[in-house]
């Protein structure tokens, strides 16, 4: 039996379950939205709800070479991913053990 799918984060890059991970769309003219039910139709890119991941994913161009087209966040994508991060598809998310979907990146930069 195959395990649930996995996708890798634009902020850590690293792979993580899809549900654990928020996926972003590129709208027509280009502007990057969250897809909170993972139904739009398109290419998407996905990102863990930790904020450090999601600066890291909205600079360097991540965007647009995840997308393969110029592509802009739209003005509240930060704000827009941690509420879908929090909600996400089923419900509130539940962190259990060391599989919280938390990124290590964000859980070192907390520590620090």
Known sequence: M???PS?????????????????LVRSANGVVLTDPHARAAGRGA?????PGCVERALIG?????AFRKPSVPSADLAL??????HLGPAGP???AGSDS??????VMAARA
């Open 2 to 4: 195959r395990g649930d």
């Open 7 to 23: 996708r890798m984060c634009l902020g850590c890059r690293r792979a993580r379950p899809k549900g654990r991970l928020v996926r």
């Open 46 to 50: 996905y990102v863990c709800p930790d």
């Open 61 to 65: 161009g991540r965007l647009a070479r």
């Open 80 to 85: 827009a991913v941690r509420a879908a991060g």
């Open 93 to 95: 998310r539940r962190d």
């Open 101 to 106: 979907g938390v990124c290590e990146a964000g």
